[in-house]
Antibody, heavy 121, light 106 residues
Framework: EVQLVESGGGLAKPGGSLRLSCAAS????????MNWVRQAPGKGLEWVSS????????YYADSVKGRFTISRDNAKNSVYLQMNSLRAEDTAVYYC??????????????WGQGTLVTVSS | VVLTQSPAALSLSLGERAILSCRAN??????LAWFQQKPGQAPRLLIY???NRATGIPDRFSGGGSGTDFTLTINSLEPEDLAVYYC?????????FGGGTKVDIK
């Protein structure tokens, strides 16, 4: 059974930083592209970032480019999202999603339950 | 790519058919997926590449279309189909989602 467990969310001040983690199990992690998708309270889904299976291809939404960094450790079956220079508009539930393939553009077949990030002074 | 979903909300009776639309402002070929998000839950993949059901998805869910116009059809609505449905394209970066269609059961 595929499991994706996000952690690291919480309260941060504007301009602050947080590092999200997603621990994966139940599939060959090193063969899957991984994604972060967020959802602001009461709003729709917004893609944030993708990383291919071997980390060779990385993509970001314009809204987070230069502030967020995605990375993965295939030995630890984990993907990360380092979030710097946080803004109020980054407040959202952040989901980790597995791609059904090695690229960052594969269909997002499995999702974690999400971790809430709140940016407020 | 901007994805526009319609209608924004849909209220139907049990057993009725729901037809949801997703329109792209440029061709995405068949690289379109549909997700279901029930209240308080993470999204779940229903359909990928326009018409392929994901593993474990009941056959009352079907997808169609290509290029710029896509539909998700839910035949014979059941109580558990109450949810928001999102389309998403993976043809071009950045990946984008539609604004969602909320399906309510009368």
């Amino acid at each position: 059974e595929v499991q994706l467990v996000e952690s690291g969310g919480g309260l941060a001040k504007p301009g602050g930083s947080l590092r999200l983690s997603c621990a994966a199990s139940g599939f060959i992690f090193s063969a899957s592209g991984m994604n972060w998708v967020r959802q602001a309270p009461g709003k729709g889904l917004e893609w944030v970032s993708s990383i291919s299976s071997g980390s060779s291809h990385i993509y970001y939404a314009d809204s987070v480019k230069g502030r967020f960094t995605i990375s993965r450790d295939n030995a630890k079956n984990s993907v990360y999202l380092q979030m710097n220079s946080l803004r109020a508009e980054d407040t959202a539930v952040y989901y980790c999603a597995r791609g059904d393939g090695p690229t960052g553009r594969a269909p997002m077949g499995d999702w974690g339950q999400g971790t809430l990030v709140t940016v407020s002074s | 790519v901007v994805l526009t979903q319609s209608p924004a909300a849909l209220s139907l009776s049990l057993g009725e058919r729901a037809i949801l639309s997703c329109r792209a402002n440029q061709s995405v070929s068949n690289f379109l997926a549909w997700f279901q998000q029930k209240p308080g839950q993470a999204p779940r993949l229903l359909i990928y590449d326009a018409s392929n059901r994901a593993t474990g998805i009941p056959d009352r869910f079907s997808g169609g279309g290509s290029g710029t116009d896509f539909t998700l059809t839910i035949n014979s609505l059941e109580p558990e189909d109450l949810a928001v449905y999102y389309c998403q394209q993976r043809s071009n970066w950045p990946l984008t989602f539609g604004g969602g269609t909320k399906v309510d059961i009368k």
